[in-house]
């Protein structure tokens, strides 16, 4: 009886290796296998999982001879520096202009504060 057993799960699992690898589909989403910590203690970011919506213009930097920086998500930024997809174009006084493909995204500085 044991022997039938064994030879079950031996067949059983010859078959589920035939199938091949399993690919998992994360449908556009972040896949939750993926680590949120690196081993070395620093949060992993998935910068090309970013949307329009999640940059946050937290201060802009300026002076006279225009070498603007601004705080993207907590990242200093300039200009043709990279956030996930979209590449910084602009940075004004009161906003920073991203670049993706051949869109144009305006990130309006909040006045008052937080």
């Known amino acids: 009886m044991r ?13 589920v290796c035939a199938q091949g690898n399993f690919v998992y589909d994360d449908h556009g989403k972040r896949d939750p296998f993926l680590p949120l910590v690196s081993p070395t ?15 946050v213009l937290e201060g802009i930097v300026a002076d006279a001879a225009g070498n603007n920086a601004a ?3 907590g ?13 910084v174009d602009v940075i004004a006084i009161d906003h920073v202009e991203f670049l ?13 504060g937080m």
């Open 41 to 55: 203690g620093m949060v992993v970011t998935y910068d090309e999982d970013l949307s329009v919506n999640d940059l």
């Open 75 to 87: 990242k200093i930024v300039r200009a043709h520096d990279q956030i996930g997809p979209y590449m």
């Open 100 to 112: 993706k493909s051949d869109q144009r995204f305006i990130l309006k500085l909040k006045s008052g």
């Open 3 to 15: 022997l039938l057993i064994y030879a079950m799960i031996f067949l059983f699992a010859k078959s």
């Open 71 to 73: 705080l993207v998500n």
